[in-house]
Each structure stands twice: as structure tokens, then as C-alpha cells.
């Protein structure tokens, strides 16, 4: 079955403006998260999404960033005000969530690779 | 705030070899630990999940092992092939439920 997808690959934008990336999670998955991968460092925890709801959004760095998943399907992470700092890579994961178990495996989308001029 | 640390940074081995991946964490109450891939400009795969109750995975040439007392899991890949280039990277669930805590990753190199 098709996995998690994420668009756009490539978003260059400049300083101050604002961006959307979309995640679109496997069918039938309630959870999605969120991660900010900067070069050389492991994916970094930025929003955690159990149905529409955010379950842990203690992971955003300041109140430019923002998430959404109104119909507990599809995410869009949206950053105010971009600053040169939030180039990075957005990761998007989904899990089958639900009740806390030991055997959540969290599945990851290709990523996007934002860059702020 | 839980650390997870993954030595060393780089490695570089010669086809045939055995690799030996290491990861530390300070989470003394994790839920699991999962093992990831990631190719240069993918997303990562998963690749083994051990759960806090286990103290070990295998799936083909992978085997994971997990050390709740010591804070350690190690990776084992045998008989590496140029295919297994890659970063690796660990990554823990704690009391934060879904939120995965990751190491900075070990990038591997199996020359021919």
C-alpha cells in the first residue's frame, strides 16, 4: 500500500514569508507526527497529532509554527514570518497510535527540505 | 531532557566485514527502541523495533539488542555489502508517549 507522502520535496522561500507543507499519512493510521532534521543531526520532535487532535505540540520551537489535521487525515505544518534558522529538512511519520503500545512503529515520508534565503 | 548518543559518528568497513553500531540513552522508562535507515536525501526506514520487555530483535543479517539496566542497544549487521551504506540512527520512546528521541546517527561506508 502507499506510504506516507509529503509535499512539496523542495520549498525555497525568502526571510518573512510564510509556508505550508502537507503530509499526507498511511490510510488508517491515527497518529501523526511531526520532526525537524537539521544536516548531520537526528530528526528533532516537533508535533504529535493522535486523531485531530494535538496530543504534544511541546516540541515547536515558537508560536510562527503551527499545525493542523482538521479531519484527523491529512497535516499541514504552517511557519509564520520564516527566518533563515528553519532551513531544514520537515519530516512527517504516521503510526497505527491508538492506545499506548510497545510496538508503535512510527513510519516516515521522504521529508521536505525547506530553505530560507 | 533524555539524551541518546550513538558512537561513532562515522565508520567505514570493508565488505565482508561485521558492523557493530552502538546507542546510548538516559531514558531509564522507555517504551521501545526502533533502528532506522536513512539513504542521502530519503526518509528513514525502519528497521527493527525492540520493545522495553525484550532483549532482542532479529530480521535477516539485523539483529538489535536492548539493555534496559545499562542504557544501551547495539546494532549487529553481518557480512556487511556496499548496499548497507547508510546512516543509522536510534531512536527511543519514552513516559513522552509518541515522541521519538533521536541520536545524532552512525554513518556507515562498506567499501567493496
Known amino acids: 500500500g502507499a506510504g506516507v507522502s509529503q509535499t512539496p520535496s523542495n520549498k525555497v522561500t525568502e526571510k518573512g514569508k510564510y509556508v505550508e507543507l502537507r503530509c499526507d499519512p498511511i490510510s488508517g493510521h491515527t497518529a501523526l507526527y511531526w520532526y525537524r532534521q537539521s544536516l548531520g543531526q537526528g530528526p528533532e520532535f516537533l508535533i504529535y497529532f493522535q486523531g485531530t487532535g494535538a496530543a504534544d505540540d511541546s516540541g515547536l520551537p515558537n508560536d510562527r509554527f503551527f499545525a493542523v489535521r482538521p479531519e484527523g487525515s491529512v497535516s499541514t505544518l504552517k511557519i509564520q514570518r520564516t527566518e533563515r534558522g528553519d532551513s531544514a529538512v520537515y519530516l512527517c511519520?504516521?503510526?497505527?497510535?491508538?492506545?499506548?503500545?510497545?510496538?508503535?512503529?512510527?513510519?516516515f515520508g521522504p521529508g521536505t527540505r525547506l530553505t530560507v534565503l | 531532557k533524555q539524551e541518546v548518543t550513538q558512537i561513532p559518528a562515522a565508520l567505514s568497513v570493508p565488505e565482508g566485514e561485521n558492523l557493530v553500531l552502538n546507542c546510548s540513552f538516559t531514558?531509564?522508562?522507555?517504551?521501545?527502541l526502533q533502528w532506522f535507515r536513512q539513504d542521502p536525501g530519503k526518509g528513514l526506514t525502519s528497521l527493527l523495533l525492540?520493545?522495553?520487555?525484550?532483549r532482542e530483535q532479529t530480521s535477516g543479517r539485523l539483529n538489535a539488542s536492548l539493555d534496559k539496566s545499562s542504557g544501551r542497544s547495539t546494532l549487529y549487521i553481518a557480512a556487511s555489502q556496499p548496499g548497507d551504506s547508510a546512516t543509522y540512527l536510534c531512536?527511543?520512546?519514552?513516559?513522552?508517549?509518541?515522541?521519538?528521541?533521536f541520536g545524532a546517527g552512525t554513518q556507515v561506508v562498506v567499501t567493496p
Open positions: 531514558d531509564s522508562a522507555i517504551y521501545n
Open positions: 531512536a527511543e520512546v519514552g513516559d513522552s508517549w509518541g515522541k521519538l528521541q
Open positions: 525492540i520493545q522495553s520487555s525484550q
Open positions: 511519520a504516521s503510526s497505527l497510535g491508538g492506545q499506548k503500545t510497545t510496538t508503535d512503529t512510527q513510519y
